[in-house]
C-alpha cells in the first residue's frame, strides 16, 4: 500500500519560511518522480514544482521560481519543498504526489498539509 505523508505546514508570517517534508512508504522510491502541489480555497490544484527519480534536473511553477526549492533524498524516502519568502497568496493546502518517469499524471497522492501566511 503506497502512502504519502505530508508534513511541515503551519502558520507564518508574510516573509518568513516552511520546510515541507513528504515521506513515502509502499513504493520504490528512488523510481518516481515527485511533485509538489497546492490547493487554495475556491481554485483549481495547481503545480508547483517536480523534481526526477535521479534528482538531478527540476522544474517549478514561473511563480515560486527563486522562492521555494524542491529537493529529495532516496536514502530517506522523503521529498521537500523549501519555502521561503512566503506570501499571503501563498495560502492553501500543499499536496505531494509521485508519478513513474514516463507517465504524465501522478498515480500517488498524500492527504495535504495546510500552509497559512499571515499579512
Known amino acids: 500500500q503506497v502512502q504519502l505523508v505530508e508534513s511541515g505546514g503551519g502558520l507564518v508570517q508574510a516573509g518568513g519560511s516552511l520546510r515541507l517534508s513528504c515521506a513515502a512508504s509502499g513504493l520504490t522510491f528512488s523510481r518516481y518522480d515527485m511533485g509538489w502541489f497546492r490547493q487554495a480555497p475556491g481554485k483549481e490544484r495547481e503545480f508547483l514544482a517536480v523534481i526526477r527519480s535521479s534528482g538531478i534536473t527540476t522544474r517549478y511553477k514561473d511563480s515560486v521560481k527563486g522562492r521555494f526549492t524542491i529537493s529529495r533524498d532516496n536514502a530517506k524516502n522523503t521529498v521537500y519543498l523549501q519555502m521561503n519568502s512566503l506570501k499571503h497568496e501563498d495560502t492553501a493546502v500543499y499536496y505531494c504526489?509521485?508519478?513513474?518517469?514516463?507517465?504524465?499524471?501522478?498515480?500517488?497522492w498524500g492527504q495535504g498539509t495546510q500552509v497559512t501566511v499571515s499579512s
Open positions: 504526489a509521485a508519478k513513474v518517469p514516463v507517465g504524465v499524471s501522478y498515480d500517488y
